[in-house]
C-alpha cells in the first residue's frame, strides 16, 4: 500500500524554524517528484513547493521563496521541508503528496503553528 | 500567475441529484487540470486528472471536462458520503501551480 506519513509540526515563535519529514513507503521513492502542499485554518489548498525525483530541480512558491527548502533523501524514502524565518501567515497544515502536477497520494498532514 | 476561478463556492444538493461545478483559467491551460475530493479533517484525493481521466478506482458518477479555459466537474447521481470541499488545480506553468478556491458541497 502507498502511505505517506507527514511529521514535525508544532507550535513555534515568529522567526522560528521548523523542519517537516514525509517517510514514504509501498511505492519506488526515487522514482517520483514529490511536493508540499498547505492549508491554513478553514481556507484552501496553497502549492508550497516540489521537488524533482532526483532532488536536481526545486520549486517554490513566492510566499516561501528564501525562506523554505525542500529536500529529499532518496536512500531513506523521505522528504523534507526546512522552514526559517516562520510567520503567523504560514500558520497551516502541511501536507506532502506524491507528484509534480498531480497530487495522490497526500500524507496526513502535519499543523504548523507559527505564534508568540 | 494563471488564477482559477471556481465557482459556486457552495452547492446544496438532494441525494440522487446531478451536480456541476465550472472552474475558469485566467488563460489557456490546455487540458492540465485536475479535480480533487477533501472530506472535512482529511487529506485531499484525486478524482480527475487532465481534466476528465477519471483516477484508479474512483466511481464513475464523477466525471470532468473541458479545455482550454474552462471546465466542468459532475456528480452524476450526488451520494451521501460525496459530502466534501472540491477543488480544481491547474498546472499549465510551474512554478506555480495553483488551485480554486473550492466548492463546499452539502446534502439538502
Known amino acids: 500500500e502507498v502511505q505517506l506519513l507527514d511529521s514535525g509540526g508544532g507550535l513555534v515563535q515568529p522567526g522560528g524554524s521548523l523542519r517537516l519529514s514525509c517517510a514514504a513507503s509501498?511505492?519506488?521513492?526515487?522514482?517520483?517528484?514529490m511536493s508540499w502542499v498547505r492549508q491554513a485554518p478553514g481556507k484552501g489548498l496553497e502549492w508550497v513547493s516540489t521537488?524533482?525525483?532526483?532532488?536536481?530541480?526545486?520549486y517554490y512558491a513566492d510566499s516561501v521563496k528564501g525562506r523554505f527548502t525542500i529536500s529529499r533523501d532518496n536512500s531513506k524514502n523521505t522528504l523534507y521541508l526546512l522552514m526559517n524565518s516562520l510567520r503567523a501567515e504560514d500558520t497551516a497544515v502541511y501536507y506532502c503528496a506524491r507528484g509534480r502536477y498531480c497530487y495522490g497520494p497526500w500524507g496526513q498532514g502535519t499543523l504548523v503553528t507559527v505564534s508568540s | 500567475d494563471i488564477q482559477m476561478t471556481q465557482s459556486p463556492s457552495s452547492l446544496s444538493a438532494s441525494v440522487g441529484d446531478r451536480v456541476t461545478i465550472t472552474c475558469q483559467a485566467s488563460?489557456?491551460?490546455?487540458?492540465?487540470l485536475n479535480w480533487y475530493q477533501q472530506k472535512p479533517g482529511k487529506a485531499p484525493k484525486v478524482l480527475i486528472y487532465?481534466?476528465?481521466n477519471l483516477e484508479t478506482g474512483v466511481p464513475s458518477r464523477f466525471s470532468g471536462s473541458g479545455s482550454g479555459t474552462d471546465f466542468t466537474f459532475t456528480i452524476s447521481s450526488l451520494q451521501p458520503e460525496d459530502i466534501a470541499t472540491y477543488y480544481c488545480?491547474?498546472?499549465?506553468?510551474?512554478?506555480?501551480?495553483?488551485f480554486g478556491q473550492g466548492t463546499k458541497l452539502e446534502i439538502k
Open positions: 487532465d481534466a476528465s
Open positions: 488545480q491547474q498546472y499549465d506553468n510551474l512554478p506555480p501551480v495553483t
Open positions: 509501498g511505492f519506488t521513492f526515487s522514482s517520483y517528484a
Open positions: 488563460q489557456d491551460i490546455s487540458n492540465y
Open positions: 521537488i524533482t525525483d532526483s532532488g536536481t530541480s526545486t
